[in-house]
Structure formats: structure tokens, C-alpha cells
């Protein structure tokens, strides 16, 4: 399990009875995990402190119940500032879990030695677009929502990097892609974090069983001659890091070689020994 244990604003503190109780900077919040299947004694003070509760229906979806919580909010992850704001569907606009990819990928972008172009796709609000021009590299960021492509800009400005080489681009994933095959765009490293179902600007359908392979087989034309990774995140439930490996293999190994890992991505849970498992990455690299 590749583990995002490098937080200071962010901490698991407890998870029992299918919830989490999570720390995001100076405020609590209660949110459904649908892995925590275990009961165990919520001893922690914080359950009883929480700022936000996000409370799941069993019709589906749910609704938060806050206490003192502001609309918005900030906390840090290294040298990156992230602005918070709870929305439909438990989020919060990060994936901490994500961080252990950030630190992959912006060591191999800092140790390159060259220029690095990056293509993050269902890029949301900015976490690795972020890392990556942090670490130095040119990044076009690619979301079907306007919405969370400002959300990405907001954040951008926030941790200092308003004039980065970032190119903010709101279209659907699939068909930018295929353009930029035709316009003879190539990237050195290629991040996609694509739902589990999802809608294009102009209705396109995305269901990620029937188009994640023939996805990562067409991004793999947008890699250049010298790639530096490839990194394909799930966070649908039944597909396995080993089915993972099996896609970026078959699309890549004949071509470029190189080797691939997948795995978990946790979270450590405070005072305990458990790190709570939160999806799956597979990462590509020479």
C-alpha cells in the first residue's frame, strides 16, 4: 500500500460504523467510508466535537448537518495551499490519499534533468496539476467542469503558482485527447483519475468499465519519445490495482518498455496501527 503519511493540516482520527472522523486543518469533519465495515468503540472526543457531519440516505446521496463551519477554507500540503468547501456527495474538493502520488511524480519531474510537459485528465480541483508545476514541469489541466476547473485556478493562485506554465482547458477528456493526437501534441507524463461513471460538457457518457482501457490505449499515443511516467488512478469499487497493472502493460510495455507497480493508496488512522485503504493507482515508468 503506497501511504500519503506526509500530512500536517490533514489527519484520519478515527473510523468506526462506516464513518471517518477526519481532521482538515483546525476543523472536524464526519464523513461515510463505505471500507469501514468494522465497529469499534468511538473513543475519540473529536466524534463529539465535529464541525461537519455528512449524513448518507438510504434512498442514496445525503445531506450535510454543520457545526461552525465555515463556507470555506484552507490547508497546506507542503509548499501547495488547497481552499476547501463541503458539496454534494460527502467531498470536500481533495483526495489527501492522493498526496502519495504527488511526491512519485514531482521526484521524477525534479530529477529529469530536462523540460517536462504533463497531462493530468478529470484533472478536478488541481491537486496534481499542482505537484506537477511545483516540481517544475508545464501541465495542461483538463476537466469536463468549468466549475471545478476555477475551483483548480482558485487553488493555483493560493499556493503562488498563478503564473506557472499551466494550460486550463474545460472539454471532455476523451475527445481533447483525440485532438491532440491530430495536432501532434506529445506529454512526458500523463495522470488520469477518471470516475467511475460520468457526463462530457455536451452529454458525452463515460462508464468507466467500457472505456478505461480503450482510454489509456489512446493516451498512450500523446507520450513522447523519452516518458517519464504514466499514472492511472481508480477509485471504482471491484476494479483491482492487478487489473490495473494488466491495462497499462498491454498499452504501454510493447512500446516504451519499462516497468509497472499498482497498489492501494491509504491513509494512516492516528493512533493506531491501520491505514485505511482509499482506491487504487497504477503507475508506468521507464
Not at 52 to 60: A, D, K, L, N, V
Amino acid at each position: 500500500m503506497w501511504i500519503a503519511d506526509q500530512w500536517k493540516d490533514y489527519e484520519v482520527l478515527d473510523c468506526s460504523e462506516g464513518e471517518k472522523l477526519e481532521r482538515w486543518g483546525k476543523y472536524l469533519l464526519v464523513r461515510p467510508d463505505p471500507q469501514v465495515i468494522w465497529n469499534t468503540p468511538k473513543n475519540n472526543p473529536g466524534w463529539k466535537k465535529k464541525n461537519g457531519h455528512y449524513h448518507r440516505s438510504t434512498r442514496g446521496g445525503g445531506e450535510w448537518e454543520f457545526f461552525s463551519l465555515p463556507e470555506q477554507w484552507s490547508i497546506h500540503y507542503r509548499n501547495l495551499t488547497f481552499n476547501l468547501k463541503p458539496f454534494s456527495f460527502k467531498h470536500t474538493g481533495l483526495f489527501p490519499e492522493q498526496a502519495a502520488n504527488w511526491d512519485w511524480f514531482s521526484d521524477k519531474i525534479r530529477s529529469a534533468g530536462r523540460p517536462v510537459r504533463v497531462l493530468n485528465l478529470f484533472a478536478y480541483t488541481g491537486g496534481a496539476t499542482l505537484a506537477a508545476a511545483s516540481a517544475g514541469a508545464s501541465v495542461t489541466h483538463v476537466d469536463a467542469s468549468k466549475g471545478m476547473v476555477s475551483w483548480a485556478r482558485e487553488n493555483a493562485r493560493s499556493s503562488g503558482l498563478e503564473t506557472a506554465p499551466v494550460r486550463w482547458i474545460v472539454d471532455d477528456c476523451v475527445k481533447f485527447a483525440e485532438r491532440e493526437i491530430r495536432r501532434g501534441n506529445f506529454y512526458d507524463g500523463i495522470i488520469m483519475d477518471p470516475p467511475s461513471y460520468g457526463r462530457g460538457p455536451k452529454g458525452e457518457i463515460w462508464k468507466i468499465e467500457e472505456s478505461i482501457f480503450p482510454f489509456i490505449t489512446l493516451c498512450s499515443k500523446l507520450l513522447s519519445d523519452k516518458p517519464l511516467f504514466f499514472l492511472v488512478n481508480s477509485y471504482t469499487t471491484g476494479l483491482a490495482p492487478s487489473v490495473l497493472t494488466y491495462m497499462i502493460s498491454t498499452a504501454l510495455k510493447p512500446r516504451f518498455g519499462g516497468t509497472v507497480v499498482s497498489d492501494e493508496l491509504g491513509l494512516p488512522v492516528s493512533g493506531s496501527e491501520l491505514c485505511l485503504p482509499c482506491g487504487a493507482s497504477g503507475r508506468w515508468e521507464v
